[in-house]
Structure formats: C-alpha cells, structure tokens
C-alpha cells in the first residue's frame, strides 16, 4: 500500500536562516524521525550557522534548531514542533531496481523573480504560506550500497527530503540536485539510510 502524501509532508519541515544582514535563506527539507528528533542531510563539512529555525511544513510551528550532530552527510537535531513522524526501513527490507518510491522536498522559492517583494521583510512566520512540498514518484533508477537514484529532478531546498518505500518507511535523504547534463534524464539522487 503507497503512503499517502499527506502522511509523508505531516512529518516534514524546512530548515531556514533568517540573516538579518544577507538575507533569508532556506537550506534544507528536514523530517522527524521520533518525537522532537529530525533528520536531514548535510553536505557542508561545518555545521549550519547559530540562529537557524526549523519550519513545520503542516502547522507552520517555528522551533529553534538544537543539539546538531553530523556525520557523512547526515545531521540529526532537535526540535520542538508539532508534526508526525516516519519510520526508517529496516536493513532487509532493501531496494530493488525499478521499485517504486517517492520522495518529498521543498524547493526554495526565494529568489523567484515574483518573490522579490518579500525579500528584505521575511520571517519563517511569513515564508511558511510559501511552502509546497514538490513529490518525486518514480522507480529506483540506480544504486550503490550507500547511494541510490529515483528517476526525477530535485531543486535547491529539498536537500534531506524523505525517500519513501510503499510501506511509508524512510529508505533514504533526497541529495544535492547537482547539475544534469541535457543529454541525460533527471535522476535524483539520494543518500541510503536504515536500521
């Protein structure tokens, strides 16, 4: 049985910088793995910078970020906000070629040309009315034992979405978008996570 979209954004959220002096910036689409623990990925070898807020993607509950720890590419903290969770996919679960998944991202939107009247004013109390979580449903294209690929594009801002399995476990974090080659189709790529 597929999970549900809902099922799967109820869980997630953004992780945002408001700089008072560069700007408002979106960094990353998080998810709660157990009450008040969130996971996503991370590609930076420093941790984010203080003052970053998480942004519930359903309630638009803003909580402070705390107690980040990373490690390969994959960072867990803590935060207080409502939003339901999702299971990790056990190690014998697997993946298959051509299994079906779905993974979930925000893209950022602050620097689309009709956003530019909200710039030099954004709070994540404004930004969440902006948020719209972009599904990426296709079957698994490629995989290594730490990597896969889900036919699909991702955008700057979904980095850490969710992959999901048809049982509604996490099988992985959406990675950087990179760069596609126009002769190549869009695959997603994501980092594999289980326990």
């Known amino acids: 049985m597929s999970p549900s979209i809902d099922s799967i954004t109820a869980a997630c959220g953004v992780i945002v910088h408001p700089e008072a002096d560069s700007g408002f910036r979106h960094l990353a689409t998080t998810w709660q793995v157990a009450a008040g623990e969130w996971l996503c990925a991370w590609n930076d070898e420093d ?12 309630s638009g509950a ?17 935060a207080q906000a409502e939003a339901s969770t999702l299971p990790i996919a056990s190690d014998q679960e697997g993946l298959n070629k051509r299994q079906l998944l779905m993974a979930v991202g925000y893209p950022s939107v602050i620097n689309h ?25 296709g079957h698994l294209a490629l995989y290594t034992a730490e990597e896969g690929w889900l036919t699909g594009q991702s955008y700057h801002g ?12 996490v099988v992985g974090l959406l990675g950087d978008h990179g760069h596609q080659a126009p002769d190549i189709p869009p695959l997603a790529p994501f980092r594999r996570i289980s326990v």
Do not use: K
């Open 158 to 169: 979904m980095l850490g979405g969710p992959v999901v399995n048809e049982e509604g476990r």
């Open 62 to 78: 803003i909580a402070a970020i705390e107690s980040w720890e990373q490690d390969r590419g994959i960072a867990g903290f803590r």
């Open 47 to 58: 941790p984010p910078p203080t003052g970053i807020y998480l942004i519930a993607a359903h």
């Open 113 to 137: 040309p009709s956003f530019s009247i909200h710039r030099g004013s954004l709070t994540p109390e404004r930004y969440h009315p902006y948020l719209c979580p972009w599904f990426i449903e």
